[in-house]
């Protein structure tokens, strides 16, 4: 199986940064796609950024100049580096990847255990 591990969330004031990390482990044949998503109590679970499984990138409309996600294949790591942090961007965070544990395998949803990210003053 595939397990996703996130790490950098915390508590930062409005207008500051901070950067997500998620490193794949596991049995992994093939990572067809991988970003984050990101979930506030009461609501549902929405696309923050994302690599496609085409290679692009896909932004939720708002946070699009402020977030950037980024990889390193080699270590099967997404990072999501996040500017000008605002207090609606205050949730938990959770890495996505739909990925193929085995040749031949058909690929699995797979998400990590999320991270608190608090915007605040």
């Known amino acids: 199986q595939v397990q996703l591990v996130e790490s950098g969330g915390g508590l930062v004031q409005p207008g500051g940064s901070l950067r997500l990390s998620c490193a794949a482990s596991?049995?992994?044949?093939?990572?067809?796609?991988m970003g984050w998503h990101r979930q506030v109590p009461g609501k549902q679970r929405d696309l923050v950024a994302a690599?496609?499984?085409?290679?692009?990138?896909n932004y939720a409309d708002s946070v699009k100049g402020r977030f950037t996600i980024s990889r390193d294949n080699a270590m099967n790591t997404v990072y999501l580096q996040m500017n000008g942090l605002e207090l609606e961007d205050t949730a938990v965070y959770y890495c996505?990847?739909?990925?193929?544990?085995?040749?031949?395998?058909?690929?699995?949803?797979?998400w990590g255990q999320g991270t608190q990210v608090t915007v605040s003053s």
């Open positions: 596991g049995s992994i044949f093939r990572i067809f796609a």
């Open positions: 996505n990847a739909l990925a193929s544990p085995g040749f031949g395998v058909s690929p699995g949803d797979y």
């Open positions: 690599f496609t499984s085409g290679g692009s990138t």
